[in-house]
């Protein structure tokens, strides 16, 4: 199994940019697609973006395309997800998920493999 954890949120303004890792261990992390999921206060856990376990394919939420990138370093057993014009919106708990799909989908029932989250706030 693998251990998943999160770092790098953190409170900003509006049009600000902050980079998240994710640091796994436990496993071979190359097997693993990794990805990105929110949550805001009162709202449903939701998709943010994934890549594969090569890196050499990505998905974005449409919310966040353009804005952000997601990317992963296998030697560093890391992953990353650079987020630029940050927005209100963007508020939440950011989640790193693994699993051994292709890609990490967009339904988080389906994952077992979860970090802690750590909180990204926005203000206005």
């Known amino acids: 199994q693998v251990h998943l954890v999160e770092s790098g949120g953190g409170l900003v303004q509006a049009g600000a940019s902050l980079k998240l890792s994710c640091a796994a261990s436990?496993?071979?992390?190359?097997?693993?697609?990794m990805g990105w999921f929110r949550q805001a206060p009162g709202k449903e856990r939701e998709f943010v973006a994934t890549?594969?376990?090569?890196?050499?394919?990505?998905q974005y939420a449409d919310s966040v395309k353009g804005r952000f990138t997601i990317s992963r370093d296998n030697a560093k057993n890391t992953m990353y997800l650079q987020m630029e014009d940050l927005k209100p919106e963007d508020t939440a708990i950011y989640y790193c998920v693994a699993t051994k799909m292709f890609l990490v989908p967009a339904d988080f029932r389906a994952l077992r493999f979860w970090g802690q989250g750590t909180l990204v706030g926005v203000s206005s």
């Open positions: 890549v594969s376990s090569s890196g050499g394919t990505t």
């Open positions: 436990g496993d071979t992390f190359s097997m693993y697609a």
